[in-house]
């Protein structure tokens, strides 16, 4: 049960993208008491954010029959749901209560429930390129957030470079909008690997083809095989060249970065939870049709587990096994994209010049993290080095970091991040306030 006194319920799921709508609905359908936390000011998520308009966002409708009926399932079950938006999870404290922070009140809650799912889905893998850090150069999922929410595209030139089918997906949804990019330059080769591609499901392979339809009909050039050999500012905006024997450059206003995805987990550790479980592309990170299945799947655990019924019901057993078979589906069809995109990331953080700037929060530099000697702690890069101590607390840097100390033959590699708390900044109105509650609660109860 919570303890902030205004909500009433069991089970927390933080996050409402798919996984964390799919969880509620699944407890909600059980006659449990669920409250959603989700950060963002609608819910959605990264594949069904909704825009400002209340439109449609979904530019290439590949996903609008599944919202549809979530929606569809959400709205009969509402009643037993409560929903804060603008309402991040900032953590677990020591005490083991989940604190969430209301970022438009700058307030906090310390919730004690039964349960708690995270379904806080997926962060974007951007990788350390010269030049990265200029303004102009942003991620393409934040650029498809921007589409998403405004339905409309920059009116400036776009470039799109990195790896992974999100590169497509942007740049067929910026055609669509009235704005076709530049070009796609793509670092692996996918094309070559076609026999591949065979083994992807159909809906796959349909919603490539229909993003490559787009952007041959709007005349958008895809390149394969090319690396960022630079990213500089010009007279007219940014020059970014390209690794490859023809010398291949774009001027441009806007270059759109992305090099796949990675879960968004970091920093959850629970401490003192009764029942804790992660969902969807926050533990999987197999993508939209995974994501729905898992987030069904760990309600129904959670269900066993709060005892919510006597015995499982041959509808649950055989509802569970669907579910898993949805979910090897999705995990085989991952792998395939995998082996398909695959990049030598290694080499590429191999080759950069050691003045290219690692950590974009506090600026620091390759030749930074050399700095602090031959085989430095996590503590001596954090701490002396201010590595992974900016806004992003590391999400962003320290999987590069970790894989630059690899290569030095580092024994700590593995664990720059760790599990601390907040996972967000939390404002000092928020901790006042959240302290003032603590307070007068306890002096209710000795009173
Ligand atoms: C930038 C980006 C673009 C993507 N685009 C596509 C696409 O076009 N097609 C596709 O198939 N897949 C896409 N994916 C993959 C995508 O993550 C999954 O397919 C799907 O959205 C996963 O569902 P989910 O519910 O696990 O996560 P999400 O849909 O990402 O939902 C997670 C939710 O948790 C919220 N959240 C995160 N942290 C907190 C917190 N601390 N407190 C409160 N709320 C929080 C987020 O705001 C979000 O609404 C994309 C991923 C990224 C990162």
């Known amino acids: 049960m919570s303890s902030d006194g205004e909500h009433s319920f069991d089970v927390l799921v933080v996050g409402g993208g798919l996984a964390g709508m799919s969880a509620a609905c699944k407890l909600a359908e059980s006659g449990l008491r669920v409250h959603i936390v989700e950060q963002a000011t609608t819910l959605g998520g990264a594949v069904l954010r909704r825009a400002q308009t209340g439109q449609n966002p979904n530019l290439n409708g590949v996903h609008e029959s599944s919202w549809r009926d979530l929606m569809a399932r959400f709205d009969r079950v509402r009643k037993l749901m409560s929903v804060s938006v603008c309402s991040t999870y900032t953590g677990t404290d020591s005490t083991g209560a989940i604190v969430v922070t209301n970022t438009s009140t700058s307030t906090s809650v310390s919730l004690r429930p039964k349960a708690i799912i995270v379904a806080t889905g997926a962060l974007e893998k951007v990788r350390p390129r010269m030049g990265w850090h200029l303004p102009g150069v942003m991620t393409a999922g934040a650029l498809q957030v921007l589409l998403k929410t405004s ?78 050999a630079r990213i500089a500012h010009c007279t007219s905006g940014l020059r970014v060249s390209f690794t490859g024997d023809d010398k291949l450059c774009f001027d441009t206003d806007f270059l759109a970065l992305h090099d796949g995805i990675a879960k968004n987990c970091y920093g959850m550790r629970p401490v003192g939870m009764p029942i804790w479980h992660e969902a969807g592309d926050c533990a999987l990170g197999l993508g939209a049709r995974a994501s729905r299945a898992h987030g069904e799947a760990v309600a129904i655990e959670v269900i066993k587990q709060l005892q919510v019924f006597p015995v499982e019901s041959v509808e649950m057993k055989v509802r569970t096994k669907e579910l898993l078979d949805v979910l090897s589906r999705e995990r085989a069809a991952q792998s395939t994209l995998a082996k398909i995109y695959s990049v030598d990331e290694q080499s590429a953080l191999d080759e950069l010049p050691h003045e290219v700037i690692i950590c974009r929060c506090e600026k620091k530099s390759l030749s930074d993290l050399f700095d602090l000697g031959a085989d430095p702690t996590n503590r001596e890069i954090r701490l002396n080095g201010r590595f992974a101590m900016g806004a992003c607390q590391g999400r962003f840097c320290a999987h590069w970091i970790n894989m630059l100390r690899k290569k030095a033959g580092t024994a700590e590699g593995d664990r720059l991040i760790g599990s601390h708390w907040p996972i967000k900044p939390i404002s000092m109105q928020a901790l006042i306030h959240e302290a003032d509650h603590l307070l007068s609660a306890e002096k209710k109860s000795s009173d």
């Open 151 to 228: 339905l409309r595209a920059p009116k400036k030139r776009v470039l799109l470079a990195g790896s992974g089918p999100l590169l497509l997906a942007v740049a067929a949804q910026l055609t669509r909008l009235g704005n076709p990019p530049l070009a796609v330059i793509e670092e692996a080769r996918p094309s070559r690997k076609f026999w591949h591609a065979l083994k992807l499901p159909v809906g796959y392979l349909l919603e490539a083809a229909n993003y490559i339809k787009v952007l041959k009909v709007a005349g958008v050039p895809i390149y394969e095989g090319r690396f960022i």
